[in-house]
């Protein structure tokens, strides 16, 4: 059995009011959900593209999106809300991001925006109580050398690894925003782990600092 998490009541009762027509409660499910589209927005927003792609343009336009297909949502109810808002929101900033690097002629899709230093450090418990400067800088370096390594993986592994380390995401919940079998969500998610630590090796990182 698919392992995913429910809506919560509230936006269960919040989509039946949208279902019977209340166009107030959909602007209700939309700001329970904005504030964690944008930083998902900003965990991803290319590097190049931050002088130019505005998070909250990128969640407007996902919310004019997801005004246009609830019709659809409701009818086939494929995944929660939540997941299915998610994935709204990373068509969207593909759409977005592609259309920026080909005004530029420059690809770019690798670069993306990782997570800050502190999160990253958390992949692989490099995070430490009270560190000195020393210990900080020690640790900001490998959280860089992560960022760097993240950014040479496949699309579907980084995310794969962003949604499980930084979102929380169950393996089934991959699955869904991914539109993969759970099962092909873990061994990518493990080959995925693999090549991290193996791109982590070659940029000078032992398995005792990692």
């Known amino acids: 059995m ?10 269960g009762r919040l989509l039946q009011r949208v279902e019977e027509g209340d166009r107030e409660a959909f602007e209700g499910l939309l700001s329970r959900h904005r504030d964690w589209l944008r930083r998902l927005v900003e965990m991803r927003r290319d590097n190049r ?24 949502y409701l009818e086939r109810r494929p995944m929660p809300f939540r997941l299915w ?69 496949e699309e579907t592994d980084r995310e794969i690894l962003l949604m499980r380390t930084f979102e929380s995401l169950s393996y089934g919940e991959i699955s869904y925003v991914l539109e993969i079998e759970e099962a092909a969500a873990r061994k990518r998610h493990g080959r995925a782990l693999i090549r991290l630590h193996k791109l982590l090796a070659e940029a000078g990182l032992t398995e005792s600092q990692i």
């Open 49 to 72: 593209m931050q002088g130019r792609v505005d998070p909250s343009d990128v969640v407007q336009e996902t919310q004019l999106e997801a005004y246009r297909r609830i019709g659809g």
């Open 85 to 153: 808002l998610r994935k709204t929101l990373q068509q969207r900033l593909r759409m977005i991001e592609r259309r920026h690097v080909e005004a530029t002629r420059r690809s770019v899709m690798r670069e993306v925006r990782q997570p800050d230093s502190t999160s990253v450090s958390n992949l692989f418990g490099l995070a430490g109580v009270d560190p000195t400067p020393s210990q900080q800088f020690a640790k900001d370096e490998r959280a860089v050398r992560v960022r760097e390594a993240l950014g040479k993986l």
């Open 2 to 11: 698919v392992e995913v998490k429910p809506d919560s009541e509230e936006t």
